[in-house]
């Protein structure tokens, strides 16, 4: 067919050039007709040659048999299993990711829904704590200034309890020097001390004291006869004239019911502190589920947010309110207060950012209380609250931080060793011992009687003194330690002198015996060859015991066996 038209086309091109030419071109018109015919003849050729190079002689022609028609299927049908194979990953692989691009955009939806969720929780929780800071900066003023009255009365009733303890030592004091007036030997001390009682003693304002103490006297002479009667009634008058200064951890009573009202009055000033704020800011409660919720859904947020550094100041006037009804010298744990108990649970984790919370609420909040408690609240003498001050002091330490503690620290061991230092002081105030060399017949017993229960009195503090060293750390064990070496000096070794150790101290040396045992038992042994202490008392305890001990020798029985072992 193409032959067909080519040919055409060429006789077409030869029709136009003759009649281009005119007759003239005839002999060109034949050239023009035998080149294409033999331009003809060799396509014809060419496509002959063509023929003959596919032609196949059919008796060289293999027979197409049944297997290869199967082999055929089969090669087709694996051509098509594998073609359906591909197909198939290929929808597996579109199927896969078509589910991995829908859970990103599931996933990318809920972080996004999250998101939202995340920041209009974070902005509840602000919005909460901005309205609990804006409560506490308008109650933050009343909940100090009533801590400091409560502080105010506690402070009030230990200056009228001095005092008092002051004018029964006078009192007492008295009695005895108006009994030694009566010798003859004293006949010019008396008029010494006839002198100085004329000399008023004026308070701060001028007022003359001596009738202070003049007007409450009798008072005070009943109150002393009434805790005798009473102390002779629970152990005997054997042991009461024996252990006198001992028995009673406290020998002064004061009439606390204007500060027993000022505390009610107070507390409950403190109980309605909170009562015209909202429900969630009255109690710590509220604000502690909405930080605790906060912490545990959103934890980066948490802490990228340092929430942990303000949790302490916004609970912190809350525990200030609820430690007004703590009596440290009663409840001496900590798990007796309610705030204690419900953020207890708050930060128990060590990786938790409000592990140190209630280690810092005991710094800020409950050792101030706790100072104040112990300068105001603790008398030293008495055994009973001096073991419930330990043990309150030992769980404070026990509950401080190891990094942020050490001012806490120091201040309770600051105002132990202050008490001890102050109830020292006072007790040197008034003579442990007198050097009277003989005493008129029907007064001795009195005489002797006075002296020695101040000097048991002041053993006594010794004892509750050396009971704190092991708890302290060791710059306040050897405060301590001072204390007790000049408490040693003045107010016990006076006692042991050797003029008046066995005729004024003691009424006999079974008593004596008695006392110097509890004193030698109450020091630290290392407190006797402490190079540091300088004049040592506690070694100079066995210097002046030697040859009291020797000269009773032959006793070997009982507490002299025990003196014997542990005088040096």
């Keep these: ?34 080149s294409l ?57 579109l199927t896969n ?52 009255q409560f502080v105010d009365v506690w402070s009030h009733s230990a200056r009228r309890l001095t005092d008092a303890r002051a004018l029964h030592d006078e009192d007492m004091e008295r009695d005895v020097v108006a009994l030694l007036d009566k010798t003859q030997e004293n006949a010019s001390k008396k008029n010494k001390h006839d002198d100085s009682s004329r000399k008023p003693k004026l308070d ?19 109150q002393r006869a009434t805790r005798a009667a009473n102390l002779r009634s629970k152990h005997g008058d054997a042991v ?27 507390l409950e000033v403190a109980a309605i502190v909170f009562s015209d704020a909202r429900t969630e800011f009255q109690t710590l409660v509220p604000t502690r589920d909405l930080l605790a919720s906060c912490k545990i859904r ?21 525990v200030s309110l609820q430690l007004l009804r703590w009596s440290p010298l009663e409840q001496t744990t900590f798990d007796a207060m309610e705030w204690y108990n419900q953020l207890l649970d708050f930060g128990v984790a060590e990786d938790d950012p409000d592990y140190n919370l209630i280690p810092t609420l005991v710094e800020q909040c409950v050792t101030p209380y706790l100072v104040a408690a112990l300068e105001f609240r603790w008398n030293p003498h008495s055994a009973k609250q001096t073991a419930a001050a330990r043990a309150v002091v030992r769980e404070a330490f ?89 408490h040693m000096r003045e107010c016990i070794l006076p006692w042991l002198d050797q003029d008046t150790r066995f005729a004024v101290a003691v009424d006999d040396d079974a008593s004596l015996a008695h006392l110097v045992l509890r004193v030698l038992e109450a020091f630290p042994r290392e407190w006797e060859i402490d190079s540091d202490i300088v004049d040592n008392p506690f070694l100079e305890l066995h210097f002046a015991l030697r040859p009291w001990l020797r000269r009773r020798s032959a006793n070997t029985n009982g507490v002299w066996a025990q003196l014997q072992s542990l005088v040096r």
């Excluded at 003849?41 to 040659?49: C, P, S, V």
Aim: proline fraction near 3%; glycine fraction near 4%.
């Design 1 to 34: 067919m193409d032959d067909d038209d080519d040919e055409e086309q060429d006789a077409w091109e030869v029709e136009q050039i003759l009649k281009g030419s005119g007759g003239a071109g005839r002999q060109t018109l034949r050239v023009a007709e035998r």
């Design 97 to 148: 990711d078509m589910a991995e691009c829908k859970e990103e955009a599931d996933s990318a939806a809920r972080e996004l829904e999250g998101a939202n969720e995340e920041y209009v929780f974070l902005q509840k929780t602000r919005d909460h704590l901005c309205d609990v800071l804006d409560c506490l900066n308008i109650k933050l003023p009343y909940i100090n200034r009533i801590v400091r």
């Design 204 to 222: 701060e304002f001028g007022r003359d004291m001596s009738y202070v103490a003049e007007s409450g006297r009798s008072r005070r002479d009943q």
């Design 240 to 266: 009461y004239e024996r252990d006198r200064g001992w028995l009673s951890d406290d020998d002064v009573s004061i009439d606390e019911r204007r500060q027993t009202e000022r505390r009610a009055k107070l």
């Design 398 to 486: 026990e509950h401080l931080s190891s990094e942020n503690g050490d001012k806490a620290r120091q201040a309770l061991e600051r105002v132990v060793v202050q008490q001890y230092a102050h109830s020292s002081a006072q007790h040197a105030k008034q003579p442990v011992v007198f050097k009277v060399a003989t005493l008129p017949k029907e007064h001795e017993r009195t005489v002797r009687s006075h002296y020695r229960a101040r000097c048991m009195r002041a053993a006594k503090l010794l004892t509750t003194m050396c009971t704190w060293p092991p708890m302290l750390s060791r710059g306040g064990a050897k405060q301590l330690r001072d204390v007790a070496a000049k």
């Design 298 to 318: 959103y934890p980066d947020a948490y802490r990228d947010a340092y929430i942990a550094l303000s949790v302490p100041g916004v609970f912190a006037p809350y």
């Design 37 to 93: 015919q033999q331009a003809q003849e060799f396509k014809r050729r060419r496509a002959l040659d063509a023929q003959r190079a596919v032609y196949v002689n059919p008796v060289q022609r293999r027979a197409v048999t049944t297997d290869d028609i199967v082999g055929a299927l089969r090669q087709s049908i694996d051509e098509t299993r594998q073609r359906e194979q591909q197909l198939e990953d290929g929808m597996r692989k």
